[in-house]
């Protein structure tokens, strides 16, 4: 085993006691407002919005559809861990600006059926395969934080006739860039757990994180994540929406999507995005708008990987770097995101 790989075991082990401390907290301390009486939830969560189609391999696909039905097409491809159900951040954003998005599950993840030989270049045909389904001409793509590298690859092999423009907000780039300016956890994860960590590790891991704690009820999870001592380590600019009750809701659904067939299409999708991807950012079409979104604050997917993405386009990338958190670059830009996309797309 690397020394590398074992360092992230040892830190994982770190963890441990601090996860349980706050599990079991959060089950012997859930009463409150929010735990008695839930609202409803501004962002749209219905299951009418989700549906599937068969692939060419007799695979099933899922996504879901918010925003304008008849605005411009953009595919949104969620994080890690994450799930088509991120797309309700865009809803009221996409009727406003006339934008049509569309989140797509990867593979063994909520409504799409495992692929477990699959590599990343093999996303770009699935969702080519929506798109014919879906009758498009012409569409965009975004990917966030894990998404990243689907997004590059995306650029890399649709069609150049169909693809207007390929945006990436906080997003992974290949494995061969540094992770300098990222925390411990993320600098070794990346590089190094994801690809060689057995799936068995990776599922006790996860039990431990608040994001993968699907043992709990929805109430039980919303009070853990509104526990006054978690929000006191959480960064300034995170506080806005981590304390947002209907964003909760949302990546509580989308959590629970994530894990819906088990801890291993998880595993999976993170083994795959954090391989050699199998093509080079250089070969990416060389007339395709690229438009990249990194935060200086950001210590998960630090900023050098936006910078690095952008040099191996040698200026074909534009490039934006705000005073922004790995999560609140989505949060706070997501709006600024759509709105340059859609206005790139009529420029290509």
């Known amino acids: 085993m690397p020394e590398s790989v074992a ?22 301390n859930h009463t409150g407002c929010l735990a008695q009486q839930p609202r409803k939830c501004r962002f749209p969560l219905e299951d009418d919005r989700s549906d599937t189609i068969t692939l060419s391999d007799g695979r099933r696909l899922g996504y879901a559809q918010y925003g304008s039905v008849t605005g411009k097409p953009i595919f949104h491809l969620h994080g890690l861990p994450g799930s088509r159900i991120e797309g309700a951040y865009y809803h009221d954003i996409g009727l406003r600006l006339g934008a049509r998005i569309i989140a797509v599950d990867r593979p063994g993840i909520g409504l799409s059926s495992p692929n477990p030989d699959r590599r990343l270049l093999d996303f770009p045909k699935e969702l080519e395969y929506l798109a014919q389904h879906l009758g498009l001409d012409e569409y965009a793509v975004v990917g966030v934080s894990g998404g990243g590298p689907y997004a590059l690859a995306c650029a890399a092999a649709l069609p150049r006739e169909k693809i207007r423009c390929v945006s990436i907000v906080c ?3 290949p494995p061969d860039i540094s992770m300098r300016g990222a925390d411990l956890a993320h600098r070794v994860a990346f590089p190094y757990g994801w690809r060689y960590a057995p799936s068995f590790l990776t599922r006790w891991f996860w039990k431990l994180q608040p994001v993968g704690r699907i043992d709990l009820t929805d109430s039980q999870w919303l009070a853990m994540m509104l526990d006054p001592a978690r929000l006191e380590a959480t960064p300034v600019k995170d506080l806005g929406f981590m304390k947002d009750e209907d964003v909760l809701q949302v990546m509580l659904r989308s959590t629970r999507q994530a894990f819906s067939q088990g801890f291993d299409g998880v595993w999976r999708d993170g083994k795959v995005m954090c391989s050699h991807f199998g093509f080079r950012v250089e070969d990416i079409h060389s007339d395709l708008p690229v438009r990249l979104w990194y935060g200086k604050q950001d210590t998960f997917i630090p900023l050098i990987q936006g910078e690095q993405i952008a040099a191996r386009l040698n200026g074909r990338a534009h490039l934006r770097v705000l005073d922004e958190t790995h999560g609140s670059i989505f949060f ?13 797309m009529k420029k290509s």
Do not use: C, M, P
């Open 7 to 28: 360092h992230y075991l040892r830190y994982v082990q770190q963890l441990v006691s601090s996860s349980v401390s706050l599990a079991f907290k959060t089950q012997t």
């Open 171 to 173: 997003g992974l780039g």
């Open 332 to 344: 706070n830009r997501r709006e600024e995101v759509i709105e340059d996309i859609l206005a790139t």
